[in-house]
């Protein structure tokens, strides 16, 4: 561990307002005291780069954040040798898996023999129901892999033990935004419910009819149930995008939807946790939030109105107890998740408490254990991705490309220029030029695909 007179530091970067999420609470989670980091920041430039609005949604802070691409926050990782200032002991990589795999290679060609440099800290922000061997072997060759659970630990060591790759990495732990703040105990709702959520999601499903069901069947319930409020519960504002795109964002469905929202239903944004903290009944496709609503108690129904199916990632909760359709809550449903499935993902107590009386368990020892002995033993090796230019020739060189590296992990020629260069004015007009891309990456793909694919049925 670093010298005791001095925090942790940590170094998170993020693609999205999720990972940023999932990325800084998990470096805090890391820490023998949550108090004792040093926390900087680093957002991946790109097409989810959260706005200000997102990141203060979030709630998350940190001592410093900056905006960089890959070859930056590389030239960030090496500028402690040459600015004679702490290196950072840990560096959470809260990214898609392709962006991962650049940073690791990245990081191999810093540090091509053993040295002492930060330790590599990946995971998933939630559920895992797509991509697993595609997305965990992107992220093989950090020196922690954070398993959110029992369930996911045992899959992520098959994958890797399956390629014949190294797994000892996978750690379980748990989702850092379960566990309750301060150790303070949820109430758990009662036979009725006054308040139900409806969580979307910017993806699942994908089709205009299918959101649209969606969003007429919760107007319907608040119809049915006029003592209940039904909260729409979005994640991003149009224009602005999340850890996945959404085409069809709710807020345009709603205004087109035949006799608008009742009065007892309506469009909420903030903090999930906070809306969860007067939440009756938490209803969801398959977000993440549901796993959020179930540690905290709250009855959770997981949609079957568009079937069960891989592509809507609900099959992840088959055993849950939590299946249920829109019909079935006009009903009166109120469903009881299965303690069995609950432990199995790390959900509930105990499996997702703080730490806290002797005896308590904490999802987090594992890996702080197992990160006090890497900054405890000296020199670390290089790192050591599974794809390499002999096991992967036809895809690797690819994704380092689309971060401007070369197939041997360094930065191409001009990669690697810092932000801060040129005059004020050139910083500022680079500015300008990339939020105007990104509105228009973001006009094209929420105006004029849904135009064109509407064209490609006639």
Not at 282 to 307: F, M, N, Y
Not at 315 to 321: A, I, K, N, P, T
Not at 382 to 393: E, K
Request: some cysteine; aromatic content about 6%; charged content about 20%.
């Amino acid at each position: 561990m670093p010298a005791s007179n001095r925090a942790l530091r940590v170094a998170v970067l993020a693609d999205s307002d999720t990972r940023w999420k999932w990325g800084a609470l998990t470096a805090r989670r890391l820490a023998p005291e949550p108090d004792a980091v040093h926390l900087t920041g680093y957002l991946l430039r790109g097409r989810a780069t959260p706005t200000a609005r997102q990141l203060g949604e979030v709630g998350v802070t940190a001592d410093r954040l900056t905006e960089v691409t890959c070859a930056q926050f590389l030239a960030e990782l090496r500028a402690p040798e040459r600015e004679s200032r702490d290196p950072y002991d840990v560096v959470v990589l809260a990214l898609v898996g392709g962006a991962v795999q650049a940073v690791l290679h990245g990081a191999r060609a810093l540090w091509p023999e053993p040295a002492a440099r930060p330790v590599f800290v990946t995971g998933y922000v939630g559920v895992v129901y797509e991509k697993l061997a595609d997305g965990l072997l992107l992220r093989h060759g950090a020196d922690l892999v954070l398993a959110n659970s029992r369930h996911d630990a045992g899959r992520f060591r098959a994958v890797y033990e399956g390629v014949g790759a190294e797994a000892g990495a996978v750690v379980e732990s748990a989702l850092p935004f379960l566990a309750p703040a301060d150790g303070q105990s949820y109430e758990v709702v009662g036979d009725t419910a006054h308040r139900v959520v409806f969580a979307v999601q910017p993806s699942v499903p994908d089709t205009r009819a299918d959101r649209a069901y969606l969003l007429r069947r919760a107007a319907e319930h608040a119809r049915r149930h006029p003592g209940r409020e039904v909260l729409i519960k979005l994640r991003s504002r149009p224009g602005e995008h999340t850890t996945h795109l959404e085409e069809l964002p709710y807020q345009r469905l709603a205004e087109q939807l035949p006799g608008g929202l009742p009065s007892n239903c309506r469009l909420v944004y903030g903090n999930m946790g906070e809306v969860l903290d007067t939440t009756d009944l938490l209803v969801t496709v398959s977000s993440t939030a549901a796993l959020e609503s179930l540690h905290r108690g709250i009855p959770t129904a997981v949609l079957t109105d568009l079937g069960v199916r891989e592509t809507l990632g609900n099959h992840h909760f088959l055993g849950s107890g939590c299946m249920a359709s829109w019909t079935q809550l006009d009903a009166g449903l109120l469903p009881k998740a299965d303690p069995d499935w609950l432990a199995a993902q790390g959900v509930g107590s105990p499996s997702g408490a703080l730490p806290g009386p002797a005896g308590a368990h904490d999802p987090y020892a594992a890996a702080r254990a197992r990160l006090t002995e890497l900054l405890g033993g000296g020199p670390l090796p290089p790192v050591a991705p599974y794809y390499t230019q002999d096991s992967a020739p036809g895809y690797l060189p690819g994704i380092l490309a689309r971060h401007h590296l070369g197939p041997d992990g360094h930065p191409l020629p001009g990669a690697a220029r810092t932000a801060a260069g040129g005059s004020r004015l050139r910083r500022r007009l680079r500015a300008h030029l990339r939020e105007a891309a990104r509105g228009a990456y973001r006009h094209g793909v929420q105006r004029v695909a849904p135009v064109i694919r509407r064209l490609g049925e006639l």
